[in-house]
Structure formats: C-alpha cells, structure tokens
C-alpha cells in the first residue's frame, strides 16, 4: 500500500518552461514534505522541503506547493535547465517517526534544449 | 569535507554468500539511515542507528539483515545468504541530529547477486 504516490513515471518539458511534478500522500498524519533530486549512479540529493503548517515554500528556481485537503503537492521548477533532466522523489515524513522518509517512485523529468 | 562515503560502489556476490556494504557518515554527523532501492522503485527505510544503537529497524527483513554503526568506524549493513531478491541498490544517509530531515545521502552501493 503506498502512501506516497507519484503517478506519472516521466515528464519531458522545454528549456525554459515550468516543470511541474506531482505527488499525492494518503496518510493524514504526514506533516513535513521534501522533494529530492536524483541523477544516475549517484546518490538522493535534498532539493526542497515543506511543512504542513505552510501551503508554499520557495527557494530560487524551484517551489512547492502544498494543498493538505486534497493530500496534494506538486514541485514547479521555472525555467527549467536541461541540467535539471534527473529523477525527482517526493517523500513524507510525520513526527515520532524516528525522521524516517516514506518516498514516492519518482519522475523522470527531461528537459530539452 | 567530505560528504557521505559508501564503499565499495558496486558488488558482486553469488547466491549463498554474504554481503558488507559500508557507510561513513559526514563529519559531525552522528545519525545513519540505511534505505533500499529497488529497480523500477522508490527508496524504502531500513534502519536507523545512532552510535552504538539501533534507533529503529521497522524495515529491515526479520531475517538475515544487521547493521551497526561502532563507536570507532563506519556503519556496516550486512547481509548473510544473500539471494537474487536483495539484488538493489543500497543507500546510506546521515544527518547532525534527530529529525533533521534533508538528511545527506552516498552515492550507493550497488549489489548484484548472481
């Protein structure tokens, strides 16, 4: 059963248009969010992070939005760089959990000049 | 300052044996988290550890699975008779504290059983 779900496999965007990656989470008690970037052979890398008690957080090119009502967010990325073409992983996390991450899929996000 | 160490990167084990994978964590950084991916999956949790404890393993297998993280040295995830099945690649990450969730995270070791 999948808490975290991010249900499209791959996104292939323009250079310079917005890039718009979704993800949905079915456990209500999920309280903090974090996109992390992902190129191959390499490790997770932290991209952004929101908390439940704010439905937007910003930081340079990349910002996400959270609507907990639908248990909905979305990580739009403008303009997008090829060099953001990598696998992005939306993740969730609740207090007393231990910090452990539950993590989507992922995307594949192509970005092509 | 080097970031988070996983050596080796790629391995290669026959059924039946065991498998070592190693993580250093950051300088400063006492907390690890072992997760596992699958092909075509997401990172799943394994294990938390602290120095010489075991914070939470909820998602390591009941059987064959161990890690520890010593007081001197790496953390160590081990798996004994090792199958197909754990053919993944395993991540480690560590963070300064509890509940510091951009945790950093190595490059992975990549385990193949054949």
């Known amino acids: 059963d999948q808490q975290v779900k991010q249900n499209s496999p791959s996104l292939s965007v323009q250079e310079g248009r917005i890039s718009i990656l979704n993800c949905d989470y079915t456990?209500?008690?999920?309280?903090?969010f974090l996109w992390y970037k992902k190129y191959p052979a390499e490790g997770p890398t932290f991209l952004i992070s929101?908390?439940?008690?704010?439905d937007k957080n910003e930081d340079g090119r990349f910002t996400v939005f959270l609507n907990k009502s639908a248990k909905h967010l979305s990580l739009h990325i403008v303009p997008s760089q090829p060099g953001d073409s990598a696998v992005y992983f939306c993740?969730?996390?609740?207090?007393?959990?231990?910090?452990?991450?539950?993590f989507g899929k992922g995307t594949k996000l192509s970005v092509k000049p | 300052n080097a970031g988070v160490m996983q050596n080796p990167r790629h391995l290669v084990r026959r059924r039946g044996q065991e498998a070592r994978l190693r993580c250093s964590p950051m300088?400063?950084?006492?907390?690890v988290y072992w997760y596992r991916q699958l092909p075509e999956e997401g990172l799943k949790f394994m294990v938390y550890?602290?120095?010489?404890?075991?914070?939470?393993e909820s998602g390591m297998p009941k059987e064959r699975f161990s890690a520890e993280f010593p007081k001197e040295g790496p953390s160590i995830l081990r798996i004994q008779q090792v199958v197909r099945g754990d053919s993944a690649a395993y991540f480690c990450?560590?963070?300064?504290?509890?509940?510091?969730?951009?945790?950093?995270f190595g490059s992975g070791t990549r385990l193949t059983v054949v």
């Open positions: 456990n209500s008690m999920f309280d903090y």
């Open positions: 993740a969730a996390n609740y207090g007393g959990s231990q910090g452990n991450l539950i």
């Open positions: 300088k400063g950084h006492s907390h």
């Open positions: 550890l602290q120095k010489e404890n075991i914070i939470d």
């Open positions: 929101i908390s439940s008690i704010k």
């Open positions: 990450a560590s963070s300064p504290y509890r509940d510091h969730y951009g945790y950093t």
